[in-house]
């Protein structure tokens, strides 16, 4: 591992990416992007209009914030200070876009920035590794992991926001990649910890999105990486979409219990 300006890269997960199945595929049958860059800076260019547009519309009390951002559950009258108010719908009220919405939000600058470097250097990456819709598997449904994560152990009517389940999951997804092609993973190792330790000690971060995503990662990453060689495909296919069946079981139930 190297040290770059956010988080390391890692040489071996590149070469990995170099190398081919078959003409155009890389090591485990994604297609070989001609710009492994394009796609993080698309979804960069995304969070960053969602962003702005919050910013320009009120920032922290914008009402994009409740639209967009990821609360469990809504409705009720609460109390506070003597000033009761009704508190916003949420995924258990029907807002399901809340759970994909919510990984593209962002208020803070420093969150926003933080997330976005991140990105910029682990995505492009993974997706040499990988390939571009591979990649984009990963990268959403470890941010769905994250939001199912946070209906399941997040408080109900909290509001959470931003890309950290799925550049956790990012994280998650390249540690496998790392550990298949025997590379050195001391230092991804090392700022993963780093990562967890700041999700645990800094005031209003979601612990709960970060862990949800990693293990979404994870799994994901094993699945693609690890894949039999014969119909890898297929078998690729089949064990996303049972992640995917799990992620949307669990968050049915959960709606369930809090509705």
Known sequence: ?????????????????????????????????GNAAITSQVLIGINVLVWLSI??????????????GLRPSGGALVTVNGTTFQVPAGVAQGEYWQLLTSMFTHVSLTHIAFNMLALYVLGPQLEMAIGRSRFLAVYLLSGLAGSASVLWLSAPIGV?????????????????VALKVGGDVRGLLTWIGINFVLTVVVSHISWQGHLGGFVGGLLLGGVIVYAPRERRTLWQVA????IAAIIAVATVARVAILA
């Open 1 to 33: 591992m190297k040290p770059a300006s956010v988080g390391f890269q890692c040489p071996s997960c590149v070469k990995e990416g170099s190398k081919s199945t078959r003409s155009g595929r890389t090591a485990y049958g994604g297609q070989r992007p």
């Open 55 to 68: 910013l320009a519309t009120g920032g922290a009390s914008s009402n994009l914030v409740e639209l967009l």
């Open 160 to 176: 959470t926001v931003g890309a950290s389940g799925a550049i956790f999951g990012l994280m998650g997804a390249l540690l496998v």
């Open 239 to 242: 064990g996303i979409g049972v």
